[in-house]
């Protein structure tokens, strides 16, 4: 099986055409980055913030930055280390002193470049061999100084803070792989150094800027959203009996790839029939067949900021009854959820809403109690509808991380935050997956759906697969 390529070739024309405007990387945004470190410096009460960036990629690997790191400084120079003093508001930055055959092969930083610092915003660079003596000077003259230092884990582009504690504790099952993180390491080699500074956790701090997005950040997100689903749009066109999963993929890949994406947010899940009841199938190697479904979650990473969207169609072009009825019941869901967003709304409002709403609706449930949802419950108990056994809450923040950082709280959804809504069912016997996934941004009235221009209804979805 191969594309029709004719189709294809048109269809990314027409996407060139109508999204070249969205398709450039962000240049680098000076004042960003100062109103960020400055509105970080208000909130803590410190003698000193620091924080660590990534050091030297792996050899082969595109290097990424520390999500942390680069959301208060916007540098991917391997080695930096950022010290803001919120008593003068001063930035200054330390790297590494690159050696002239480093500088030959790999670039420069801004330390060995000569480049002027304040033309990124920092009040001086500094060789990173300095910063122990920064430090003392800063904070040596008393005891019980505070500083402020990220203790909790970092987030990655497809993986939380939490997430990334759970891989450690996974990995610690064999003390043969149960080895301190770089960031734990960190912590305690600053407070053994330094034992009478008063050390503190920055992230609660950094993930309440974080989890509400800057203007700056909105656009991306837009650019984002567009582009994320043309690529999801190609995915479904592409789609016919016989394609492999890599071949969906791949379409999908091309199109964000093409319009600036740094690469997928996460693995892309691209999951025909038996396939898509597995919530994380990311190995793209199955012949899609006549009858499947085929599931996929999919998202770009642009300029440091992920998208994420899930769409489910038939193989075929044409939804089964049974495909339908649970299609139905996910898309009411997930709309009525997307209608009831808006400021100061909390998980119980939502919930109540979606039921009214759902009451008013004629929805076949027979037969769904075979199937589970991300909460590993059925939707239906005795023939009667559970919303909440479906949705989980308002879903996952989406952010620089995938399952980006951040807290709902007691006021409830707030203007710029950014999540994910993803009501997914799954019936691992017959080997059906539906899950209907869009990011959505919450603005002073209501709810913009980033990635709106996918479309979700059955009769959008059939003509769009059924475009000669
Ligand atoms: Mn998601």
Not at 229 to 245: H, L, N, R, S
Not at 354 to 372: P, R
């Amino acid at each position: 099986m191969s594309f029709d390529y004719s189709r294809t070739g048109a269809l990314f024309l027409l996407i060139l055409m109508s999204t070249s405007l969205f398709s450039q990387r962000a240049p680098f945004n000076r004042e960003e980055f100062i109103n960020r470190r400055d509105a970080l410096m208000n909130k803590a009460d410190a003698d000193m913030i620091i924080l660590f960036g990534k050091p030297a990629p792996e050899t082969g690997t595109p290097f990424r930055q520390d999500n942390d790191f680069y959301y208060f400084t916007g540098i991917e120079d391997p080695g930096s280390v950022l010290i803001m003093l919120p008593s003068s508001g001063e930035s200054v930055l330390f790297q590494p002193v690159l050696a002239e055959r480093e500088i030959y092969v790999s670039g420069s930083n801004i330390l060995c470049s000569g480049e002027d610092p304040a033309g990124k915003g920092f009040d001086a660079v500094v060789p990173v061999g300095h910063l122990d003596e920064y430090i003392v000077r800063n904070c040596g003259r008393r005891s019980g100084s505070d500083v402020y230092i990220r203790i909790m884990p970092p987030d990655v582009v497809n993986g939380g803070r939490m997430e990334m504690d759970l891989h450690y504790a996974r990995s610690a099952r064999s003390h043969y792989n149960d080895q301190p993180t770089l960031n734990t390491y960190r912590v305690n080699k600053l407070k053994e150094r330094y034992p009478y500074i008063n050390f503190h956790d920055i992230s609660p701090l950094v993930d309440e800027l974080r989890v509400i997005k800057t203007d700056w950040e909105k656009e991306i997100l837009r650019k984002n959203g567009k582009v994320s689903a043309e690529g999801v749009k190609a995915a479904i066109m592409v789609t016919e009996p016989g394609v492999y999963e890599y071949e969906v993929e791949a379409a999908a890949m091309n199109v964000v790839s093409s319009h600036g994406a740094l690469g997928a947010a996460y693995p892309p899940i691209v999951a025909s029939g038996p396939n898509s009841c597995t919530l994380h199938y990311d190995r793209s190697s199955r012949k899609a067949e006549d009858g499947d479904v085929l599931l996929i979650d999919f998202g770009a990473c642009m300029d440091y900021l992920t998208m994420d969207i899930s769409r489910t169609w038939p193989v075929n072009g044409k939804f089964s009854p049974e495909q339908k009825k649970v299609y139905r019941l996910l898309l009411a869901i997930q709309k009525a959820c997307i209608e009831s967003y808006k400021p100061g709304v909390k998980e119980k409002d939502v919930i109540a809403y979606v039921e009214k709403k759902l009451g008013k609706m004629d929805l076949d449930l027979s037969g769904l109690e075979n199937y589970i949802s991300h909460s590993m419950k059925p939707p239906a108990e005795n023939g009667e509808l559970k919303v909440e056994n479906i949705i989980s809450g308002f879903g996952h923040f989406v952010g620089m991380a995938v399952h980006d950082v951040g807290v709902y709280g007691d006021e409830g959804l707030r203007p710029g935050m950014v999540f994910a809504i993803e009501p997914g069912l799954y019936n691992p016997e017959i080997g059906i997956g539906v899950r209907i996934e869009d990011t959505v941004l919450i603005t002073d009235d209501g709810c913009e759906v980033l990635t709106r221009a996918v479309p979700k209804e059955i009769d959008e979805i059939e003509e769009l697969m059924n475009v000669e």
